[in-house]
């Protein structure tokens, strides 16, 4: 049986072993990862943590203009490793998850995206109309 829990913004999906092994199971846990943005006339740009994350791991789209990133993260220790007290536990998976609004005004088909050492970087450039235009005064 699986039980969801939140406390301070964190929430936690316990789930049942199938199996018992030597060490515990950790629960998985979602978060919403930092991040920072930018915005200049030509694009949207915004940055994500995702420490841990790899590029197979990682999902990025847009749909009815929400942005939405998901990447999982699993803690792997040795099977031969021994937990002292309360250190972390083999299969602990973290999960990062987060929505931001992008509105209309992103061009779908030109966002692109790099993963390196952790932080996501993705550029949303702005449609051709959404762009500041310059108006000649005569």
Same mark, same amino acid.
């Given at each position: 049986?699986?039980?969801?829990?939140?406390?301070?913004?964190?929430?936690?999906?316990?789930?049942?072993?199938?199996?018992?092994?030597?060490?515990?199971?950790?629960?998985?846990?979602?978060?919403?990862?930092?991040?920072?943005? $930018?915005?200049?006339?030509?694009?949207?740009?915004?940055?994500?943590? *995702?420490?841990?994350? !790899?590029?197979?791991?990682?999902?990025?789209?847009?749909?009815?203009?929400?942005?939405?990133? !998901?990447?999982?993260?699993?803690?792997?220790?040795?099977?031969?490793?021994?937990?002292?007290?309360?250190?972390?536990?083999?299969?602990?998976?973290?999960?990062?998850?987060?929505?931001?609004?992008?509105?209309?005004?992103?061009?779908?088909? !030109?966002?692109?995206?790099?993963?390196?050492?952790?932080?996501?970087?993705?550029?949303?450039? *702005? $449609?051709?109309?959404?762009?500041? !235009?310059?108006?000649?005064?005569?």
């Amino acid at each position: 049986m699986n039980e969801n829990s939140c406390k301070d913004g964190v929430c936690s999906t316990e789930i049942t072993p199938t199996t018992k092994t030597a060490l515990t199971e950790a629960p998985a846990t979602v978060r919403k990862p930092r991040y920072t943005s $930018r915005y200049d006339e030509q694009a949207w740009e915004v940055n994500v943590s *995702l420490p841990g994350v !790899q590029r197979d791991d990682l999902t990025v789209s847009i749909e009815n203009e929400i942005l939405e990133i !998901q990447g999982n993260r699993v803690v792997a220790v040795p099977e031969s490793w021994k937990p002292l007290g309360s250190a972390p536990v083999t299969g602990a998976e973290t999960t990062y998850r987060l929505r931001l609004d992008v509105g209309p005004e992103v061009d779908e088909t !030109q966002v692109s995206a790099d993963l390196n050492d952790g932080m996501l970087t993705l550029r949303l450039p *702005l $449609r051709e109309a959404a762009k500041p !235009q310059k108006i000649e005064v005569r």
